[in-house]
């Protein structure tokens, strides 16, 4: 754990809220993030997990502008910016990338693959002789051979095409790669693979990544720190191998324990009962109360903060008994 | 390494699109005549003078028996005279020249109406969206025809009248479909991937939307020229189109159906005219769909 001094994006109380059908029989907003917290060092991979209608990809797709957040703030490398508009969106946008789930949809089929990582090369205004180094640069860099240059997404793997989607984002020199469900689409062996590539450019070049899944083992894999998200809402963060190990909120535990055991032991079940919750209707106090079966009375009526526990994460649940109420979850890293 | 280096350099330019054109034409005959057919057509009515043998207008005295009905189709009159002993084919010929000016001149105008209207109110959406659209569904809701028949009603019949007419009508469909296009492309992965690497809006529409819709363009073009082609046909039909004496297909048939029984050929050349003409533009607007399809942009040389 070196290089970790410096701060590369932190979000602050972030909020995406989507309007509901308008007209006469307005429906409440849907709140797919609600209040989002957290920082990220140079160099360390943050998971993001939770089911889905979670928040997880509305949260990435407002980090890079393509959702715009209601309320909160974003800064990166101390560029502070609350206020959403494109003009102020763009200069962040371009520190912030993202590799999407399909590999079979993020690049355009009219696009041959050094045209698609050109474009990324493109909006760096390069002359055309450094954009066919380049190109041919990223494509080792993602470990492509340069034949493929020529073929279409069409002629190429799913393994190939999220090569390429690593490519066309690396372009660009962003700060930060969002990986949104990036391996999920893929086979084991691949996967590997891919994570692999990943984690040998972040070692080369010090980026950092935001790493979507669902897959508990993936993130525990990949990521220094996991958040937990539920109903917009992160209900636990901390070290990965700590939270996925040692899960400390009931909906983490309900998680964890979905997880297939490859020794085929039957460990304790911590089964949650029920659908995910309506977005636009939310229940009151804590949105994970209906479905948990260890809920108080308070649960129903008030919302719990993210405190810190006994094993140096941090859950948001009234079960919870603080080790110290820091009441901002920096304070899991002083005590980690 | 200096190969793969030309590799990376000729994929930059765009693959040609001609030569992939001329081979798909040597394979598929029927795409060949049709675009044959289409290319004659253009031709024969942009250089009608010099195709047609005779005179559209004149009546020519022999062209009437001594009772007075219409010589049949001969060593003179190749394809016959009409009622009024003009010959029928160069008729047929300056008729082209209507039928084609109207279809892709009407057509053209409705198609960048349409694509315009579509692809602004599709890729902005809300209230924009909105008045775009209901303006669409008013002038969608009026039948075809009889809005064409009420609007040259009202600004009197001439061939510029109705271009603008059918393009006015014809727009409508063009904007529904690339509406609903372009709201799907706009959630594709790689469109918000363009938006996350930083291009901008007319970036995007130009380089991901567009392109996509091209087959779209291409194929509701050349059926409305078909379609056009038609209207002016029934709009000539029913004495309101392209004014007399001016030669056209619809007002041939027109006539022609008067003396169906006794010269045939009065209605037979015009009408089969017509549907090679209309054949020949939707079999040529397959055949361009194939070209500028996805599913065979990988398959080079």
Request: with cysteine; glycine share 8%; charged share 15%.
């Amino acid at each position: 754990m070196s290089a970790q001094s410096n701060s590369l994006l932190s979000v602050a109380d972030l909020t995406v809220h989507f309007k509901g059908k308008g007209g006469l029989f307005a429906s409440q907003p849907v709140k797919a993030v609600d209040g989002v917290t957290f920082e990220i060092f140079e160099g360390e991979t943050l998971g993001i997990a939770g089911e889905s209608g979670s928040g997880k990809s509305t949260l990435a797709r407002a980090l890079i502008g393509i959702n715009k957040p209601n309320s909160g703030s974003i800064s990166v490398r101390g560029n502070t910016i609350s206020n959403f508009s494109n003009s102020a969106l763009r200069p962040i946008r371009k520190k912030l990338q993202m590799v999407f789930q399909d590999p079979y949809d993020s690049l355009d089929p009219r696009f041959t693959i050094a045209e698609s990582i050109a474009e990324g090369l493109q909006i760096r205004n390069l002359p055309k002789s450094e954009i066919k180094d380049e190109v041919r640069a990223l494509l080792e860099t993602v470990k492509l051979p340069a034949s493929l240059a020529t073929r279409f997404p069409k002629e190429l793997s799913g393994g190939q095409r999220q090569r390429v989607a690593i490519a066309r984002a690396l372009a660009t020199k962003p700060d930060l790669i969002i990986c949104d469900e990036a391996v999920a689409a893929l086979d084991v062996s691949v996967r590997a693979q891919i994570l692999n590539l990943l984690q040998d450019i972040q070692v080369q070049t010090g980026i950092s990544y935001i790493f979507i899944s669902h897959d508990l083992s993936t993130l525990r894999y990949i990521s220094k720190n996991v958040a937990i998200m539920y109903a917009g809402k992160i209900v636990e963060y901390g070290n990965s191998d700590e939270v996925l190990t040692n899960p400390q909120h009931p909906y983490t535990r309900a998680l964890v324990s979905a997880v297939p055991n490859i020794s085929g032991q039957k460990g304790e079940k911590f089964k949650s009962v029920g659908e995910p919750p309506d977005l636009a209707n939310l229940p009151s106090g804590c949105a994970f109360n209906p479905r948990c079966k260890e809920s108080l009375a308070t649960c129903s009526s008030e919302a719990p903060k993210l405190v810190t526990t006994l094993s140096g994460s941090q859950a948001a649940c009234h079960l919870i008994k603080p080790y110290e109420d820091s009441g901002f979850h920096k304070g899991g890293e002083n005590h980690a | 390494m200096h190969d793969q280096f030309e590799e990376v350099e000729s994929s930059l330019d765009s693959v040609s699109l001609r030569s992939r054109a001329w081979s798909s034409l040597k394979a598929d005959k029927i795409a060949f005549a049709s675009v044959v057919i289409v290319l004659l057509l253009i031709f024969i009515a942009i250089f009608a003078p010099w195709f047609a043998p005779k005179k559209p207008l004149y009546q020519y005295p022999d062209g009437l028996s001594e009772i007075g009905a219409p010589q049949g189709p001969g060593k003179h009159f190749l394809l016959g005279a009409d009622q009024n002993g003009r010959d029928v084919l160069s008729r047929l010929i300056f008729g082209a020249r209507v039928s084609l000016t109207v279809g892709v001149v009407a057509t053209a105008l409705a198609s960048f109406i349409g694509v315009t209207i579509g692809a602004i109110s599709g890729y902005l959406g809300g209230w924009v969206e909105s008045i775009l659209m209901r303006l669409t569904d008013i002038v969608l809701s009026f039948p075809i025809l009889l809005f064409c028949i009420a609007l040259i009603a009202v600004t009197g019949p001439s061939t510029k009248n109705v271009v603008l007419v059918i393009a006015f009508a014809y727009w409508t469909y063009l904007a529904r479909i690339i509406r609903s296009q372009v709201l799907s492309l706009k959630e594709r992965e790689f469109v918000i991937a363009a938006r996350s690497l930083g291009l901008t809006t007319p970036q995007i529409i130009r380089r991901h939307i567009i392109p996509h819709l091209i087959p779209t363009i291409i194929v509701y073009s050349t059926l409305g020229v078909a379609t056009s082609i038609l209207i002016e046909a029934s709009l000539s039909f029913l004495g309101i189109g392209v004014p007399l004496p001016q030669p056209s297909w619809g007002e041939m048939i027109s006539e022609g159906q008067k003396y169906f029984q006794s010269a045939p050929w009065l209605l037979v050349a015009p009408g089969v005219t017509m549907i090679i003409a209309v054949l020949a533009f939707n079999l040529m607007g397959d055949w361009l769909t194939d070209l500028f399809d996805t599913s065979s942009m990988g398959v080079k040389r």
